[in-house]
């Protein structure tokens, strides 16, 4: 299993874009990148995910070197609401049984 | 959207109860899960649950829990004798079956807020 190491904590003001960086590099073949995000006292919730180069969808953009050792979380003009902590989780899609494993994540605060 | 619930939303109960935490996961999911977070610790999985049986549980999974599917809405995990350290919050998640495997795309529930005193 890839160990993953993020940021503690990031600040951020409002319209700004912010960019988490996870870095993985005992990445194995099989390895998918996905990033979670989680309000106080709410379950995560599923962001994205990746394999190489670049995903984007409504919420964010994953992108991910060639060499798949780190990936950076890309949200656009963050707003209060985004304050939370994001999760980036690496793990085998290759194996049937689905099991997360959290790290702490990373407490991304947005001040106004 | 399609979401996961579960209830209680909060259950208070004393050391060595029995207590019920019960979700209803999305209706077209296929694995189904359990993972507790005590209080500013990480998310930690407990079990997996596909096709009425578990698919793998962690350490903290003992003899302690169990889980169910009763019907073919509901998914329970059951703490026989509860501790003090079994205070948490304890999500559900579920998730489709993609290409022959689960998929790390999990839906996770509100959460249950198990006090134990």
């Known amino acids: 299993l890839a160990k993953t190491t993020q940021p503690i904590s990031m600040d951020s003001y409002e319209g700004q874009e912010v960019n988490i960086t996870c870095s993985h590099n005992?990445?194995?073949?099989?390895?998918?990148i996905t990033w979670y995000q989680q309000f106080p006292s709410q379950g995560p919730r599923f962001i994205i995910q990746g394999y190489k180069t670049k995903v984007t969808n409504e919420v964010a953009s994953l992108f991910i070197p060639a060499d798949r050792k780190s990936s950076t979380l890309s949200l656009p003009r963050v707003s209060l609401s985004d304050t939370a902590v994001y999760y980036c989780l690496v793990g085998d899609r290759g194996s049937t049984l689905g099991r997360l494993y959290f790290g702490r994540g990373t407490q991304l605060t947005v001040w106004p | 959207e399609p979401e996961v619930t579960q209830t209680p939303s909060h259950q208070v109960t004393q050391m060595g109860q029995e207590v019920i935490l019960r979700c209803v996961p999305i209706s077209n999911h296929l694995y189904f899960y359990w993972y507790r977070q005590i209080l500013g610790q990480k998310v930690e999985f407990l079990v997996s649950?596909?096709?009425?049986?578990?698919?793998?549980k962690s350490e903290i999974f003992d003899d302690q829990f169990s889980v169910e599917r009763p019907d073919g809405s509901n998914f329970t995990l059951k703490i026989r004798s509860t501790k003090l350290e079994d205070s948490a919050m304890y999500f559900c998640a579920s998730s489709a079956w993609t290409s022959g495997r689960a998929s790390y795309e999990q839906y996770f529930g509100p959460g249950t807020r198990l006090t134990v005193t």
């Open positions: 649950f596909y096709n009425n049986e578990i698919s793998e």
């Open positions: 005992n990445i194995a073949t099989n390895d998918y």
